[in-house]
């Protein structure tokens, strides 16, 4: 009898309670709360090598922790702990949306094992602080340039289904998720969706309209589904032709983050703004420049009115007379598709 107990405990749904004693719960079709992508990762710093100090992570959290409830992390890493450990230990007011990074790389199978088992893992330890786990981030997209099987994905979630009691899902791109004859959507919890209008060279006059016309495209799909918005975001800066010109700049992402808030509000979607901090291990192009802050943790347009105190100095986003870098110089962009547009 105790044994059959303890696996009904096991499987009994999680409640997360967030800091303000409301509970998160994204298997329902609401909105939970400012949200937002975090990685940590700073100057000299690059995952699966050397990762932010737990000091660091707790200088960014107590930064996030006054304007969001949830935030997503993307690897089941040593960088996700410190994150759990560090809400935890400080009682910081945040809960997670905690990532498997998958790839179908060749060799990649044993890191992808390695992902799944400490997810489950981390899931498991910290459920007071794991609101979601998500497996896999645009590893289904035709795009991707770690894309794996779809099947390949549908196990591995059944898989971590059966292991913790939060909700699973998938992240991916809106030309995944309306792609036909998909077979991913029976088996998460809820749908994660990606929607970048900057990729499908719009710009800021049709940003919100694009998102919420993605949105809807995948809505009429699966009308029964819960479906959140796992990334979107507007880039200060854009380097190369994926964009429309000068598609990025600090008062086009201040106008969008409020615009995709509002209607994330209004209409009951989760929204996961990309991304808190900008990310220099990704380069000094277009992918290096999506923060709401900068890399040294000061506060462009868009957050200066919630964060007077970290006004910054200098400016926190290039300008574009500035000489070619990043994607110009030869850099990757994102492979995005054009079927982000509406």
């Known amino acids: 009898m105790k044994h059959a107990l303890a696996v009904l405990l096991l499987l009994a749904p999680a409640v997360v309670w967030s800091a303000d004693g409301s509970t998160i719960d994204l298997t329902r079709q609401q909105w939970s709360g400012n949200a937002i992508c975090y990685s940590g990762y700073r100057s000299g710093q690059r995952p699966n090598q050397i990762f932010p100090s737990q000091a660091q992570v707790l200088e960014d959290l107590r930064i996030l922790e006054r304007n969001w409830k949830l935030i997503r992390v993307y690897g089941s890493d040593q960088h996700s702990r410190d994150v759990l450990e560090v809400i935890r230990k400080n009682g910081i007011g945040l809960r997670v949306m905690v990532g498997m990074w998958m790839s179908g790389k060749p060799g990649e199978q044993a890191v992808n094992e390695k992902q799944v088992a400490y997810g489950i893992q981390l ?19 035709s795009w991707s340039d ?4 779809e099947a390949e994905i549908v196990a591995y979630v059944d898989r971590v289904k059966k292991a913790v009691k939060c909700p699973v899902t998938v992240a991916d791109d809106v030309l995944y998720w309306t792609k036909p004859g998909n077979k991913l959507v029976d088996h998460v919890d809820f749908i994660t969706l990606h929607t970048y209008p900057i990729w499908g060279k719009q710009d800021i006059e049709n940003g919100l309209s694009t998102t919420v016309a993605n949105y809807e495209k995948v809505r009429a799909l699966y009308p029964a589904k819960t479906i959140h918005l796992g990334e979107v975001g507007w880039a200060t800066y854009t380097v190369g032709e994926q964009h429309a010109p000068r598609a990025g700049s600090e008062e086009k992402s201040k106008r969008y983050y409020g615009e995709i808030n509002a209607w994330a509000r209004s209409n009951g979607v989760t929204a996961f703004i990309f991304e ?32 007077p105190d970290l006004a910054p100095s200098k400016p926190t986003s290039p300008a574009y007379d500035a ?3 990043g994607e110009a110089a030869g850099e990757p962009g994102r492979p995005k598709a054009s079927g982000e547009k509406p």
């Open 276 to 307: 808190a901090f900008d990310e220099p291990w990704k380069g000094q192009g277009t992918e290096g420049h999506w923060g709401l802050f900068s890399e040294d943790r000061k506060a462009k347009l868009v957050m200066r009115d919630l964060y």
């Open 123 to 141: 899931a498991r330890e910290f459920p007071e602080i794991v609101a979601a786990v998500n497996v896999g981030n645009e590893a289904l997209v």
């Open 146 to 149: 770690h894309r794996m099987e």
């Open 323 to 325: 000489p070619a870098t």
